[in-house]
């Protein structure tokens, strides 16, 4: 298996070597995982531009010794060395690295980036804006409604659980579906390297499956079917699932993620620069703003399926412990908290000199007027050509 995975792995990175060594600069992203093996791996990325459009490129995948500054940059450095053994100057084209925010990574004592620096004075170091997204989207949803917030997290990690460890509750669910006439999609693990996705995933087949999973948490409870563990989750699942605040809840964040998810979607496409990045936030804001003058999408069709004796698709709810009033208060105040942290996290995006120097190359900022074009930008490329001249004069 080895030997198959090395053979794979080199044909993915020989795809790669070309664009690596012909290109002019270099910027590098970097990310950890821990494998199956328990193993700690750093994969790199590098950024190059391909034809005149930029483009991001598979690098290597390493297995690093610890993670720490020192372990990191070795693990980063073998995988950049490993794309030609008889070595090529790839620190000489380096002009940026981009990663999460993790101290070991952006850290200014003793990091990845410091460590760098001192090798590359004139790399410019950058936070990943989908890993902001998301811890910004993270802190606003913890900081309001905290107890539904971790409910709703409580019952799709006990959802995946229950059928995951268990080929006969997910056998039963498949027929149970079959005899529903429903297409059975498996519960979606809600841990991984990108937080929302999964959320949003997971959200989304609860929401499809909603009726199956019920049905079958009943059955599974009036048949005696299981462990003591199997028996307490099949009890306890669809007291939330029928609790009339907690699906209200989880319709209204389903609308909030598909925006932050295809916000994060935007910023991860490789044309996309600081530009494109700040105009699709501003875009996002407005949609998430747009929700609290009308429900959005999935919030809509929840109200909507409500009968007159409180029943959403069959299944008896709870009455709502709040108003209209305060429910709607509630979801605009959580979507003022999520535009605000946010922007919080991103507020610094483009605030270094070098970036904002840089600007001057994105139509956008053009002005309008004739005259003010013959000068525009003269005193911002001057210091991008002193600042980068170690690359423009090698």
């Known amino acids: 298996m080895q030997a198959i995975h090395g053979v794979h792995f080199r044909d993915i990175q020989s795809n790669s070597i070309a664009l690596l060594k012909n290109a002019r600069v270099l910027f590098i992203m970097f990310d950890g995982a821990t494998d199956v093996a328990v193993c700690e791996n750093e994969i790199v990325y590098a950024h190059v531009v391909d034809e005149k459009a930029p483009r991001n490129v598979f690098v290597s995948i390493v297995n690093i010794e610890n993670a720490h500054a020192e372990g990191v940059l070795a693990g980063i450095v073998y995988g950049m060395e490993s794309v030609d053994e008889k070595g090529w100057h790839w620190k000489e084209k380096l002009i940026a690295m981009g990663s999460d925010g993790a101290s070991v990574n952006l850290g200014k004592r003793n990091s990845v980036t410091k460590h760098l620096k001192d090798q590359i004075p004139h790399l410019v170091a950058m936070h990943c804006v989908s890993h902001r997204l998301e811890l910004g989207a993270l802190d606003a949803m913890k900081a309001k409604d905290a107890k539904v917030f971790l409910d709703l997290i ?4 006990n959802l995946h659980k229950h059928y995951h460890y268990s080929p006969k509750a997910l056998r039963e669910l498949q027929l149970l579906a079959e005899a529903m006439e429903e297409k059975m999609i498996k519960p979606v693990n809600l841990q991984g390297t990108r937080w929302m996705p999964h959320l949003s995933s997971s959200l989304e087949v609860l929401l499809k499956q909603y009726c199956t999973f019920v049905a079958h948490f009943e059955n599974t409870v009036e048949g005696k079917i299981g462990t003591v563990d199997v028996q307490s989750r099949a009890k306890n ?50 949609q998430l703003v747009a929700q609290k003058q009308r429900p959005g999408e999935k919030l809509q069709k929840f109200i909507d399926a409500i009968d007159d004796n409180g029943k959403f698709l069959g299944v008896q709810l709870s009455k709502p412990t709040l108003t209209p009033d305060r429910l709607k208060e509630r979801q605009n105040s959580l979507i003022d908290l999520v535009i605000d942290h946010i922007n919080k996290r991103m507020g610094d995006i483009d605030s270094g000199n070098i970036l904002k120097d840089m600007q001057v190359f994105y139509p956008v ?30």
């Open 154 to 157: 409580s019952v799709l990690l």
């Open 365 to 394: 900022n053009l002005p309008e007027m004739e005259q003010e074009i013959t000068v525009f930008g003269e005193s911002e490329v001057t210091t991008l050509c002193e600042y980068y001249a170690p690359v423009l004069n090698r």
């Open 237 to 286: 699942i669809p007291k939330h699932l029928k609790s009339y605040d907690l699906l209200h809840y989880m319709h209204f964040l389903k609308d909030v993620l598909s925006v932050l998810s295809e916000l994060s979607l935007k910023f991860q496409e490789d044309r996309s620069g600081l530009p494109e990045a700040l105009e699709a936030l501003e875009t996002a804001c407005l």
